[in-house]
């Protein structure tokens, strides 16, 4: 007797868990179709930046804490001199700065670029 409600509580718990595997997979799944239909929006020219870079846009934007893309506002400068190695600072943050300011100034052409492309005048 007790072998049968064991494997009802079994049974159960398999079903219990494998409708939670299944609601995570499709949650996952969408997930996945929005960020690719978001990188197919930011267009293939910023997503091979973004490989090249080793930095998303966004990581770039957060390293240099810049909310808008323009090449005015920027903390590369104070950022890298706090970060030299001389002054105490850090070797590896210092790239990271480096390589965020790479980043958004890819970003800047690329989107003069696709300005030129459509016609209009670039971003300033």
Do not use: C
């Not at 293939?44 to 870079?53: V, Y």
């Not at 990581?59 to 706090?82: C, G, R």
């Amino acid at each position: 007797m007790e072998a049968k409600y064991l494997a009802q509580i079994i049974v159960m718990g398999v079903q219990v868990v494998g409708r939670a595997f299944a609601r995570a997979l499709r949650q996952e799944f969408a997930a996945s179709r929005a960020a690719a239909d978001a990188r197919g929006r930011a267009g293939h020219r910023s997503a091979a930046a973004s490989n090249l870079s080793g930095l998303s846009l966004q990581e770039a934007q957060q390293i240099l804490n810049v909310s808008k893309l323009s090449p005015e506002e920027s903390n590369y400068e104070h950022l890298f001199k706090v970060n030299d190695k001389s002054v105490g600072g850090s070797f590896y943050l210092q790239s990271k700065v480096v390589r965020a300011k790479e980043r958004l100034d890819e970003e800047l052409k690329i989107q003069a670029q696709e300005d030129r492309e459509k016609g209009q005048m670039p971003h300033t």
